[in-house]
């Protein structure tokens, strides 16, 4: 088997939902996903949507050169169905590996727009998740407006803090009903988030957030778990994408402690981090 191409992209959490406001914020974090295109055709039982066929349907329907008949390779360590954008982390990582093994030297724009569209194309997102592919590939946060193209779509964007810790709440397979009309009913909230953000207030965005997703799909729990982490010295917490995980945003050296206090309550806890920008050195190499 040979890899004919490599791509990789990585989770994120939300700052702002797109089904609320119709404007849609998220921030990557260290937490990978690597797609290997390879010469022999390879199931990827994880891809329950089909998005890596997607993928390949959007590129070839683009005008990009045909792969052939190939399969997959997939790693990954972002947690599937949780709303932690593993969907677009694929997309991304996938568009990517088509990207080197064709040297057709895609832009971070082109490759964001072959993502929503297969994502689209899959069926696996209520929004077209643009912000979350721009976090996927980017680091920071970009407020976007989803109709559009990705070359118009940033209407903010800004830095995430590097000496925070993500502490991402899994709570198992999601099991409440995410109707895209009860974000509407929620709306005062979504924008009360999106004011927040306009201000650069990116986390105080993230809890509020996270309470109008909360309200929007009925997750009590949630809140509770959201207060407690506030209660315990967290800084932001909140509902990630539709959930069920929950990101809690705390400081470096109360990060141990808390997530110690919520795993005593039968909480799973995985510990990450906002992406940082990559140096300049790395940068100018991935160019070469």
Known sequence: MTVLGRGRANGGVSVLHAAGTGRGCSVGIELMTEASLVSDQTPVPEDEHSILDSVVA????????????????????????????????????AARALNQASWTGLSDFDIVDIAVAAQRRAGCTITGSMDDCWAAISPGWKLVDPSLSSRDS???????????????????????????????????????????????????????????????????????????AIARGAIAAGLSGSGPAIAIVCYQQGAEQLAEAMSES????????????????EEASSWE
């Open 58 to 93: 959007v590129w070839t329907d683009s005008g990009y050169p045909d792969p052939g008949v190939v399969g997959w390779m997939v790693n990954s360590d972002v947690p599937i169905g949780q709303g932690l954008k593993s969907s677009a982390a694929l997309a991304c990582a």
């Open 154 to 228: 940033i209407l903010l964007e800004g830095d995430a803090e590097a000496d925070l810790a993500v502490l991402i709440v899994l709570r198992g397979p999601r099991q409440l009903e995410v109707r895209p009309e009860s974000f509407a009913e929620q709306h005062k909230l979504f924008e009360r988030a999106l004011a927040s953000l306009s201000s650069g207030s990116t986390l105080s965005a993230m809890s509020a957030n996270g309470m109008a997703v909360a309200a929007a799909t009925g997750d009590d729990e949630a809140l509770r778990i959201c207060n407690s």
């Open 266 to 281: 039968g909480l799973q806890i995985i510990r990450s981090a906002f992406v940082e920008p990559a140096p300049l050195d």
